[in-house]
Structures are given as structure tokens and as C-alpha cells.
């Protein structure tokens, strides 16, 4: 047992980085590792007398082996929510008291990161801020729930009352005050012994990026999960009851990243319990009430994001972008980023460079589409590719009749007899890449308000069979995907946009064509797939390289600054929180 725990408390930080860093160190950058997605069930950010009771079955049914009534949908039992600003302003008078000993730690771990003259935002500020002593910070405002708790703080410059809980989903809290705050206004971000109320932690966590100044950077300290049960355990998550210490600071660290992914850095975990604490948890903390409580931090800054488009490094800058976009998983911008930045590379003119840029913004409303299609048959990957040539295309601004056309297109909505059924029905034979080629083109020609614009969409529906019956006639050898492939590119290519081809000229065209230059306009076809693929795959390669060096870096500056221990020739100075030489 006391192996086991021992094996439990063993840092997953390199040696240089916890000497170089504040005591406690024990989780460091390079040691977390996330799925995917948000991993999160709804019902674990509720607190447990807020979670729906399942209808109660109807057990003679069910005894006999018959089959129930289920004419109806059952429906769940609705459960009072907890008005939390009523709660902690209202009808809960206890204060959150830490022991001394853990006060101390916490004051220890502010004192070295905290200068005099920062700006300072605390959410969930009450009556206690445990500043280090003697700090003379430039303003301190506090966000909490308790408007007479946080006036008990002489630390606080200004109050701000507010429930943390009441957020935009997927945007931030709710909070005109909290806004008006404006963005990258604050040098730090403390919340100590809050995070266990969260109902809705991402928002919150991307308020707080949005209010950091960049490179700055958000604290968030947590007592053991049983420090607080006799007093607040009823606005308690569901989720901060049913998990362990150790797993709160996974969780706490998995809030900064599907917050703003990698626009958190230098995401770090500590274990700043005072040396006298016991590490017990459950019925073990309950039965010895004495224990000192044990303290805990995890704590991230700010990336610097990218005003434009870095053509030296689009990708990087591509990400930045998407930080804090909704929808999306963190999956599909990894995805995302690559692509966006192949295409960027691929442009020469700078219009059109600048009209990629500004559509990142729209890719949230592309993806409310692709998050309902069946990843079996249309996978990530294909949903990033699509939604990277749209924001591509110059004309598209994801307004709602293009949305409509994409819906349609991808058998969301029922298709309009006039336009998105013919090209269904009549480009059923072609792959599923393909298709989604397909999509890119036509869908950002809807909602131009161009007359002749329409007409073109008209032009290219109504061409498409007598178009395949000219390649049949020419190549009959030619498979039925790739006739479907080569005319809807040509038709795309010459009559999809005005100013082009018309009609008639069109059709001369085809009709002059032979079949080896049919072949070899689908030969040029197929390998601009090829080359996005080895291009793809390049740019992949040429990012581990990268990733690879930075790694070799920081392994040498480890190993000077193990030498430079050793030798003592240079020490952290925390005051400039540099390695500095030792002046003899």
C-alpha cells in the first residue's frame, strides 16, 4: 500500500524543471497527455440533487417478460437548480477557512509569481485572497458570488458580483461587467477553491484567456475533495465528489486545454500540501477530521496569438486562430491547421491570402453541419478538407443560403428538386473525396445575390447529363466514378462562375475534344490529389522535425543548466526568473 502510494507521488517533472521552478513541482509541461475530445459526460458537472431521476419502470411488465408501454417518450423528473448567487449571498453564511499551514503554502506559491505592480483578476474572490504579505499590486478586482464576502477583503481594489456558473456555452460567463473588463487587461488570474463549484469550467477558463494579457498567467489552487464536505458539499460537482485527488488535477489541467488548446503554455500541476498533511481521502479523511488539508495547484499562461498570418509559419498562425473558436474539437483543428496552411502557401495573390484569414472565424458555423454527418462514411478528416476549401474560396462567408446549400449537399436537408437533387442523383457513382471536391466548388456560389451568378448554378445542373453522355460517346472504356469525376470538373471549371464560358462555348469545347485528351485532363485531375498528398505528408514530416529540435534545445539547456549547477556557476534569480551567473 505504502508503495503503491509512493509510486503515486512521484513527480512527472524533469529535475531541471522543478529546480527552476516554485516548490511542489510535480506534474510539468511536457507530462500531460489528452484524448482527443472533450471527455466530460454532462451529468458529472452537475451537483448530484440536480441530476434527472430516471422514470420509475413498470415492474409487473417487466417481471412477467412482457413489453412495456412505450407509446410515449418517458420523460425525467425535473429537479430545482441551485440559484448559486441565492446560495452563497443568501443562505450559506460559512467561510471558506483553510488552516493555517495551507494558507501559508498557497500565500508561498502567489509570492513567486505575483510582483508588486501587476494587475490582478481573482475569480471567485471571497473574504480571503492569501496574497503574500507586503504585495503592492496595481489593481486587484475580484468576480464572486458574494457581494458582502468580497467587501470583508481590504486586498480587493474592486468588486465585481457574479455567477461564474451563467455562461454563453461554449463562449465565456455571461457577464457584462466581467467583459467591459477587456481583453488582455490582467497580469495574473487567481481562483483558489472554486474550481470544485464549476458547472461549466471551459467557459470559464476561456474568459480567463480572454481577459490575460498574453504571457500572463491563471492559478487555480484546490484544497483535498473532503476539505469542504460538511460545509458546501451542496454546490459541489458531481464529478469533484466522485474523483480522487490526483484525478482533480488531471481534470483541472484538462480545463485549460479544451478551453483554448495550445493558446495555454507552460501548463504545469503542484502538489504544495503542507509536509504535516496526511494523504487521505474518502472515509479514511472523514474519520480523522483533524488532518492538515492538502493544497493543490495547476496553473498555465497565455500564448502570444499571431495578429496575421505568419508566411514563414502559417500553420502556427492558422492555430492560433482557432484557439478559442466553438464547435470544433481540439481534433478537428489539429486537423484543420495543415490544410489551412497548404492552401495559404499555395495562393499568390494577396486578396485572397487575406480572405482565408478573415473566414477561420466563419468555420464554427461549417461545423455545426459536419459534427451531425456520420464520421463512418465521413471521416474527420474529409470534414477538415471540406471545411479548409470552403474558407478557401473567396466568395464564401458561410451566409444562410450557402449553409442551406451545404446542408442539402450533404443530406441534411431535403434536397431541392431544382438543384441538389439532379446533382445527387446524377453523381452517385463518384467517391466520397471526390464528392466533398464537388461540394467545395458549388456551395460558394449560393447566396452571391448575382443574377448571373445563378445563372450559372443553372447552367451547371441542367449540363451535367448531356456533359456525361458526350464522354461516354468519346471514351466508353471510361468508368462511370470517373466520367462523373471529369465532367463535373470541367463543368465546374467553365460554367460554375460567371465571366467564363457560356453554354455554347462550352459545348464546342467538349465536343472538339479527343478521348486522350480527356484521359489526360483526368490523369491531371487525379494527381493534384496525389501531390495535396504528398504535400500533406511533407508538411507532417517537416512539423516533427521541427517539434523534434525544439525537444533537442530544451534537452540542452537542461544539460547546461545541470552543469551550471554543478560547476555553480550560475543560479534562479526569482526576481527576473532567469538563470543568472553567481557573481563571485
Known amino acids: 500500500m505504502r508503495e503503491e502510494q509512493a509510486k503515486k507521488n512521484i513527480p512527472m517533472a524533469s529535475e531541471a524543471e522543478r529546480e527552476n521552478d516554485a516548490p511542489g513541482l ?44 412505450i407509446k410515449d417518450e418517458p420523460v425525467s423528473e425535473e429537479v430545482e437548480k441551485l440559484n448559486i448567487l441565492k446560495y452563497w449571498s443568501e443562505e450559506n453564511t460559512a467561510k471558506t477557512e483553510i488552516d493555517e499551514e495551507a ?57 465585481i458580483v457574479a455567477d461564474l456558473n451563467d455562461v454563453e456555452e461554449e463562449k465565456g460567463v455571461n457577464s457584462d461587467d466581467l467583459r467591459s473588463l477587456g481583453a488582455n487587461s490582467f497580469d495574473v488570474i487567481l481562483m483558489a477553491n472554486t474550481i470544485d463549484f464549476l458547472t461549466s469550467p471551459r467557459e470559464v477558463f476561456k474568459s480567463a484567456w480572454y481577459l490575460l494579457k498574453p504571457g500572463g498567467t491563471m492559478i487555480v489552487s484546490f484544497a483535498n475533495k473532503d476539505a469542504y464536505t460538511s460545509k458546501f458539499q451542496e454546490a459541489q460537482t458531481k464529478m469533484w465528489m466522485d474523483m480522487t485527488d490526483d484525478q482533480h488535477m488531471w481534470i483541472c489541467g484538462s480545463f485549460f486545454q479544451f478551453s483554448a488548446g495550445s493558446g495555454w503554455e507552460n501548463l504545469k500541476g503542484f502538489d504544495i500540501s503542507p509536509e504535516e498533511s496526511q494523504k487521505k481521502e474518502g472515509l479514511q479523511a472523514l474519520i480523522n477530521q483533524n488532518q492538515k488539508m492538502n493544497m493543490y495547484v495547476v496553473q498555465a499562461s497565455k500564448a502570444f496569438q499571431d495578429d496575421s498570418i505568419d508566411p514563414n509559419n502559417p500553420e502556427k498562425s492558422f492555430r492560433s486562430k482557432m484557439w478559442l473558436l466553438p464547435t470544433m474539437e ?6 484543420l491547421a495543415p490544410r489551412l496552411a497548404r492552401a495559404f502557401q499555395s495562393l499568390k495573390n494577396d486578396d485572397e491570402k487575406d480572405a482565408i484569414a478573415r473566414h477561420v472565424d466563419v ?12 464520421t463512418f462514411s465521413f471521416t474527420f478528416s474529409m470534414q477538415a478538407q471540406l471545411a479548409a476549401d470552403l474558407v478557401t474560396d473567396k466568395d464564401f462567408d458561410a451566409n444562410d443560403e450557402q449553409i442551406l446549400a451545404l446542408k442539402m449537399g450533404l443530406g ?42 445563378e445563372a450559372c448554378l443553372g447552367n451547371f445542373v441542367t449540363g451535367l447529363s448531356p456533359t456525361f453522355s458526350v464522354l461516354k460517346s468519346k471514351s466508353p472504356g471510361m468508368t462511370e466514378s470517373d466520367i462523373q469525376l471529369l465532367g463535373t470538373e470541367m463543368l465546374a471549371a467553365e460554367i460554375l462562375k460567371p465571366g467564363r464560358s457560356s453554354k455554347e462555348q462550352f459545348a464546342s469545347w467538349l465536343g472538339s475534344l479527343t478521348e486522350e485528351e480527356m484521359k489526360e485532363y483526368l490523369k491531371r485531375r487525379k494527381s493534384f490529389k496525389e501531390l495535396a498528398i504528398v504535400e500533406m505528408k511533407e508538411m507532417q514530416a517537416e512539423r516533427q522535425a521541427e517539434k523534434e529540435r525544439i525537444e533537442e534545445y530544451r534537452k540542452k539547456m537542461m544539460e547546461q543548466q545541470e552543469k551550471a549547477r554543478a560547476e555553480r556557476s550560475m543560479a534562479f534569480n526569482p526576481e527576473t526568473g532567469k538563470m543568472e551567473k553567481i557573481e563571485s
Open 26 to 69: 510535480r506534474v510539468g509541461t511536457n507530462a500531460w497527455k489528452w484524448p482527443p475530445v472533450w471527455p466530460y459526460q454532462e451529468e458529472s458537472f452537475m451537483r448530484p440533487k440536480e441530476i434527472p431521476k430516471a422514470p420509475t419502470p413498470n415492474l409487473s411488465t417487466m417481471m412477467t417478460g412482457g413489453i412495456p408501454d
Open 103 to 159: 494558507a501559508e503554502k498557497i500565500r508561498s506559491h502567489y509570492g513567486f509569481y505575483l510582483r508588486d505592480g501587476m494587475s490582478v483578476l481573482e475569480f471567485g474572490a471571497a473574504e480571503e485572497s492569501y496574497l503574500p504579505e507586503n504585495i503592492k499590486l496595481a489593481s486587484h478586482v475580484g468576480v464572486g458570488a458574494s457581494k458582502k464576502l468580497m467587501e470583508e477583503n481590504s486586498a480587493l481594489t474592486k468588486v
Open 330 to 335: 481540439d481534433r478537428d483543428k489539429q486537423l
Open 363 to 374: 468555420l464554427p458555423r461549417v461545423y455545426e453541419s459536419l459534427v451531425k454527418m456520420d
Open 412 to 453: 441534411l436537408r431535403a434536397p431541392s428538386k431544382e438543384f441538389w437533387e439532379p446533382v445527387g442523383r446524377l453523381t452517385g457513382a463518384m467517391v466520397p473525396e471526390d464528392k466533398v471536391n464537388l461540394l467545395a466548388h458549388i456551395v460558394p456560389r449560393f447566396g452571391s445575390g448575382d443574377p448571373n451568378q
